[in-house]
């Protein structure tokens, strides 16, 4: 099991996230993952979603169920492809996109976007990093995250930031 503690500006308190991958076969798996909400003590979302890979064209496709304390059950469509910059893919260009859907696939909320990825391994000894810079096209903002081993941290321009710690 994958676990992290996670904080951001919109928060008031740290989130523990989990998230679990179960093997369906060599392309598919089901993932399940949620968060508790260490100050109110209750779960800020839970999501079961089944992700399919296309190994051989570096793309992965997902759909499944969110349900958030808020906004009740929602249907989720999400998709990823990635095209190597060079060879080894040290780095990378990934569109993304992603919409989920209220019970009664009326209401909608889409995002996507584009970045780049450059993975630094052995950075230092016993130190990996990935620089990510990226632009979401819905809301029109871009982007960029850190990540060095364990510690994340994610900003854009219009002020957000988060960090996360992989446990």
Same mark, same amino acid.
């Given at each position: 099991?994958?676990?992290? /503690?996670?904080? *951001? ?27 508790? !909400?260490?100050? *109110? ?6 999501? *079961?979603?089944?992700?399919?890979? +296309?190994?051989? *064209? ?6 499944? %169920? ?5 906004? #009740?059950?929602?249907? %989720?469509?999400?998709?990823?492809? #990635? ?12 569109? #993304? ?5 209220? &019970?009664?696939?009326? &209401? ?7 970045? +780049? !990825?450059?993975?630094?391994?052995? +950075?230092? #000894?016993?130190?990996? /990093? ?36 992989? %446990?």
């Amino acid at each position: 099991m994958e676990t992290s /503690l996670r904080y *951001a500006t919109n928060s008031r308190s740290l989130k523990i996230h989990a998230k679990e991958k179960f093997p369906v076969n060599s392309k598919t798996r089901l993932q399940l993952h949620g968060e508790l !909400d260490t100050g *109110a003590g209750v779960p800020s979302y839970f999501c *079961a979603m089944i992700r399919y890979f +296309f190994h051989e *064209a570096s793309t992965n496709l997902g759909v499944g %169920l969110h349900y958030d304390k808020r906004e #009740k059950l929602r249907c %989720l469509v999400r998709g990823k492809k #990635k095209f190597p910059v060079i060879t080894d893919e040290v780095v990378t260009f990934n569109i #993304k996109g992603r919409c989920d859907f209220d &019970q009664d696939l009326v &209401q909608r909320n889409a995002k996507g976007a584009a970045e +780049f !990825d450059w993975n630094i391994w052995k +950075f230092q #000894k016993d130190q990996d /990093l990935r620089l990510r810079i990226g632009y979401e096209m819905f809301e029109k903002v871009p982007y960029m995250q850190i990540r060095e081993n364990n510690w994340t941290f994610n900003t854009n321009l219009k002020g957000k930031w988060n960090v996360r710690y992989d %446990l």
